[in-house]
């Protein structure tokens, strides 16, 4: 009992090994902490990654606000427990291609009517003011947007394949909203929706 209370060996009894167990328990405790870190690790990078992606801008359907190249943060639970708005920039699966992802702005939520016309997209009949698409549009139409579905368009609205082509986006489909453009470091920017898109007044 004694020895098991002692905090260093006492030259008093070289011989009795005690020198060698408190070597053996510190290496012990050594690995503990070490695959202790280790598994912490990889929790906090499976929680992060079930939280979250990071994806790779391909293409240039939404320029001027994303360029090729840049890498973005995205938010998978975002809408958990709600849906998009208007304006927000959404990662969502690419119509019948499930292993590829489009990058593209909301424009119309379930029960909206959207219709673009003179180079203006209106949300029921309300003008929208996006001052950061690369030119307005030079095609018209008008859609209906279905319930739990999403119309969605590139900034870049003349070299965009998006729902003035191939239609709606379902709920199922998307896989979150951008956050951040995180890469390059003299990119970084907070994608904000609130207050980009509003009504012309």
Known sequence: MLDTLQSEPTSANPADGSSGKSKRSGC??????TV????????????????SARVRVENVSMKPTLQEGEFLLVNRVAYTFGQPSIGDIIVFHAPGASDMDYIKRVIGLPGDQ?????????VNNQPLYEPYIAESPRYTGTWDVPQNEYFVLGDNRNNSS??????????????????????????????????????IQ
């Open 28 to 33: 012990l405790g050594f690995f503990i902490d």
């Open 162 to 199: 998006d729902s003035h082509m191939w239609g709606f986006v379902p709920h199922e489909d998307i896989v979150g909203r951008a956050l951040l453009i995180y890469w390059p470091l003299s990119e970084i920017t907070l994608l904000r929706s609130s207050g980009i898109v509003t009504a």
């Open 114 to 122: 959207v219709r673009i016309t003179d180079g203006i997209v209106y």
């Open 36 to 51: 202790e870190t280790i598994l912490l690790a990889l929790v906090l990078f499976l929680a992060i990654n079930a939280l």
